[in-house]
């Protein structure tokens, strides 16, 4: 079963740019997470898809970050524009029922 | 108070010595309880998934909750290099699949096993 693909794997990008981050699940999984985890500290929620609908969005900054998944599979994450304090990995998790698979995350620095 | 208190560590350990990770919470709505390994660079990986009070056993580890205390406990026995990473315990009130499926992760402890 093939895993939760992320890309890119690595973003740089100054102050006030913009970004993407792309999100393959699961195949199957109808649950989708973006998490937010900067360096020493535990991941932290972003958005819950549940197919095509946002569920939980309680904890994202919706002034410069907006997250879609058409179709209930695929989901992309934007930061318009960014700040310093964004430099974080971006993980993106699916679920089925009992617990969530992360896949391997998007390092994002800003300059 | 953070909802989810995890030693941060770091841990140093010989190999071949049982290794105790614990996490306490506040929020007594919790009731599925998880720990995530984090290798260096790479996503979490799902280890350990519980549901409510008692123990749970998978080979070399062991996830112990109580609910009364709100204190989760994973032990890892005969440690071994390849076990050092970051150690997350995460919980949530539902299963992953529900609108309570949202996980509240401790800030990870950072474990060595040296040979």
């Known amino acids: 079963e093939a895993g939760v693909a992320q890309s890119p794997r690595y973003k740089i990008i100054e102050k006030r740019q913009s970004v993407a981050f792309w999100c393959n699940p699961i195949s199957g999984h109808a649950t989708l997470y973006w998490y937010q985890q900067i360096l020493g500290q535990g991941p932290k929620l972003l958005i819950q898809?549940?197919?095509?609908?946002?569920?939980?969005d309680s904890q994202l900054p919706k002034d410069r970050f907006s997250a879609e998944r058409l179709k209930g599979v695929d989901s992309t994450l934007k930061i318009q524009p960014a700040k310093l304090e964004d430099s974080a990995v971006y993980l993106c998790?699916?679920?089925?029922?009992?617990?969530?698979?992360f896949g391997p995350g998007t390092r994002l620095t800003v300059l | 108070q953070k909802e989810v208190e995890q030693d941060p560590g770091p841990l140093s350990v010989p190999e071949g010595a049982i290794v105790s990770l614990n996490c306490t919470y506040s929020n007594s709505a919790f009731q599925y309880f998880m720990w995530y390994r984090q290798y260096s660079r790479k996503g979490p990986e799902l280890l350990m998934y519980t549901y409510s009070s008692g123990n749970k056993e998978d080979g070399r580890f062991t996830a112990q909750v109580d609910k009364s205390s709100k204190y989760i406990s994973l032990f890892i026995r005969d440690s071994q290099p390849s076990d050092s990473a970051t150690y997350l315990c995460?919980?949530?009130?539902?299963?992953?699949?529900?609108?309570?499926?949202?996980?509240?992760f401790g800030q990870g402890t950072i474990l060595t096993v040296h040979p």
């Open positions: 898809f549940q197919n095509n609908g946002v569920v939980d």
């Open positions: 998790a699916s679920s089925l029922d009992r617990g969530q698979y």
């Open positions: 995460a919980m949530s009130g539902g299963a992953g699949g529900t609108s309570y499926g949202k996980l509240t």
